[in-house]
């Protein structure tokens, strides 16, 4: 923030404080903040008594003395003409920038002259670069927002946009060729193909570069951010794309940025976290995104009406509504393995599902009616692939709250009744989920407003193959993996005793002894499951890595599905240490191949291979130290 300092002799109230001072020189005029707040000025020279004593910039611009009228809406040639020359200007600040001529070298000093290196003082260290660079234009967010919503509210102050400039560094990026088309085209037919929370025909039509400003230049950003792989040899968190959008998020926040385009950019860039295995900045990010969403009032029209105005359009209301369930959706997955607690809420009796996904991107509201949260089962009618990854997340919460309330209850030596009921609830909910989800993986899936049931009523997923269709399944993994990881999640607290507790199993008579009858028998179950599950995704993993073949579906591949993979290497290599299964070996190598075919799209998938490679490690020293007890225990022996 620029400081503006009065003339020697004049205080803040802009008198003199010496009669023999010269008098100072004034302005012909009143300055431009004084006329706009018909306020008295007395025009002093840099700047008035009144400007110094509020600390705001002093311009003694003439303006027009018209009085001023409400603008006239540009028309769209207008606005085409203003972006083309914009962007003239642009190419040439480039061009002048690049064929700039180096400054000339240095000449060497003569060679009469000597300069003992050891009477000169030592040169101070260099400074390090900031990360970032503070913004020169202040934030003009009105704070009564969050220090008195009332009189916010009774005040009905209005919320100005950012007065900031986008990064250069963002616009060397973004300018160079068509690369904001080619940005939007590439993440449309890849991450939107499975994460449609940002409005196709919007963008189609303009609508959003009306608006056009640093929010949108962050929105492209975070597009081309979650579309372009990694270069193999470039870390994750080093990415020069990623650096500039975590810069440029800091810079929107510090200048008081408030839309659902910038709220939409942090969402992709969290999802290049998630995938990449950055964290914790990926926990820090989603936990960003849950304040966000009390800030716009999301997805209630009447309380986002107040920071993001009033809903024009049926596909603005379906945008709005769809990010607050991509944010739900992420704040859930990022739960999955350390079972923490929540940011968002749980949804109510008044939320609503998201719409066809195709009504979506076309805008039309008559192809899909409107599905309440309450009255739409799991199992009984065929939905569009978005509304299948928010009911999977609706599956995950509850089982994650029941999980994460058997391990606290168990930790303060109060444990809850067990419930056969509610867990064969559970299971059989999540079960027939999988089933309905891998009967729409067909070559030919079923139009929205069909019924379909499950093929089975059992409690634990069948194991016969699944036929999936290459131009429906990227769609439909993310919920489908979610799901399966859900279940070896239930499955994997209950086969064990020991497993019931936060940390490491506790050994011997000190381990919970099973209860009751249904308990032993439900941990019997839970043993089956797992194993069945594990090799479900492992027919899973067998057609994903017939899929990633395709570069074009490679693309739209969605780190959501990750988990599963992970946990399903994990609990064959666990059932592989304990039995030597021939064909639980074999399972095991197909699934780590497929999560090493993985890591070319998401770096995650690195981080879950490293994670197995050092439970390997420490079970080969733990398995050589005991040969090497038993060696001298014979040797003792003998």
């Known amino acids: 923030m620029a400081c503006f300092f009065l003339p ?89 920038s690049r064929t700039q001529q180096p400054p000339p070298p240095r000449q060497p000093l003569p060679p009469t002259m000597h300069i003992n290196p050891e009477i000169l003082p030592p040169l101070p260290p260099k400074p390090p670069s900031p990360l970032w660079s503070p913004s020169a234009v202040p934030s003009r967010f009105p704070t009564s927002l969050f220090l008195d919503l009332d009189a916010f509210n009774w005040s009905t102050t209005p919320i100005p946009a950012p007065n900031m400039p986008i990064p250069s560094e963002v616009l060397d990026i973004l300018s160079r060729g068509t690369t904001v088309q080619d ?12 994460f449609p929370f940002i409005s196709k025909k919007r963008m189609e039509l303009g609508l959003s570069l009306w608006e056009a400003g640093p929010e949108l230049a962050f929105l492209f950003l975070g597009m081309k951010l979650v579309s372009t792989p990694v270069n193999n040899g470039v870390e994750p968190a080093g990415n020069p794309l990623y650096t500039a959008a975590k810069r440029f998020w800091a810079s929107l926040e510090q200048a008081g940025s408030v839309s659902l385009q910038f709220v939409q950019g942090m969402v992709l860039v969290t999802v290049y976290e998630m995938g990449q295995g950055i964290y914790p900045a990926a926990w820090i990010s989603v936990g960003v995104l849950g304040r966000w969403v009390e800030v716009l009032g999301l997805p209630g029209f009447r309380r986002g009406g107040v920071v993001l105005g009033s809903v024009t359009t049926w596909t603005e209301s379906e945008e709005r509504r769809r990010l607050w369930w991509a944010i739900y959706i992420l704040d859930r997955c990022i739960c999955l393995g350390n079972k923490r607690c929540f940011c968002l809420p749980e949804p109510d009796e008044s939320f609503v599902l998201p719409v066809d996904d195709k009504a979506f991107d076309e805008g039309n509201p008559t192809l899909s009616p409107t599905n309440p949260l309450p009255t739409t089962p799991f199992t009984t009618q065929a939905l569009s692939p978005f509304t299948r990854l928010v009911q999977s997340a609706l599956l995950l919460s509850r089982t994650l709250t029941h999980v994460r309330t058997v391990i606290q209850s168990n930790i303060s030596n109060r444990p809850v009744p067990f419930s056969l009921p509610l867990l064969t609830s559970l299971a059989t909910d999540l079960v027939n989920f999988t089933q309905v989800i891998q009967s729409e993986l067909s070559p030919e899936p079923p139009s929205p407003g069909t019924t379909t049931t499950p093929s089975s009523t059992s409690t634990f997923p069948p194991t016969t193959t699944t036929t999936v269709s290459p131009c429906y399944t990227i769609s439909l993994l993310p ?160």
């Open 183 to 194: 940005t939007a085209t590439e993440y449309f037919h890849g991450t939107h193909a499975w």
């Open 479 to 638: 919920s489908l993996s979610i799901a399966l990881s859900t279940l070896i999640l239930l499955f994997d607290t209950y086969c064990t005793p020991e497993n019931q507790h936060l940390g490491p199993p506790l050994p011997g008579p000190e381990a919970p002894p099973l209860q009751s009858p249904s308990h032993i028998s439900f941990a019997q179950q839970s043993m089956q499951g797992l194993r069945e599950t594990s090799l479900k995704i492992r027919e899973l993993s067998l057609e994903l890595l017939d899929l990633l073949v395709l570069p074009s579906q490679e693309k739209k591949l969605s780190p959501l599905c990750l988990d599963s993979l992970y946990a399903s290497m994990a609990t064959l290599h666990w059932l592989w240490k304990e039995g030597g299964d021939a064909e639980v070996r074999e399972a095991l190598e197909d699934v780590r191949r497929c999560i090493s075919r993985t890591s070319m799209r998401w770096r995650v998938s690195r981080e879950y291979l490293e994670i197995l490679k050092r439970q390997d490690v420490s079970f080969a020293m733990a398995f050589r130290a005991e040969s090497g007890k038993s060696c001298l225990t014979r040797v003792d022996g003998s």
């Open 8 to 96: 020697s002799g004049i205080d803040e109230g802009g008198s003199n404080q010496s009669p023999f001072a010269p008098p100072p020189s004034k302005a012909q005029q009143a300055c431009v903040s004084c006329r706009k707040q018909k306020r008295k000025c007395d025009k002093i020279l840099p700047t008035c008594g009144l400007c110094a004593r509020m600390a705001r910039p002093c311009d003694y611009t003439i303006l027009d003395t018209i009085p001023q009228q409400q603008p006239a809406q540009a028309s769209s040639e207008e606005l085409a003409t203003l972006q083309a020359r914009l962007c003239e200007l642009e190419n040439r600040l480039n061009n002048a």
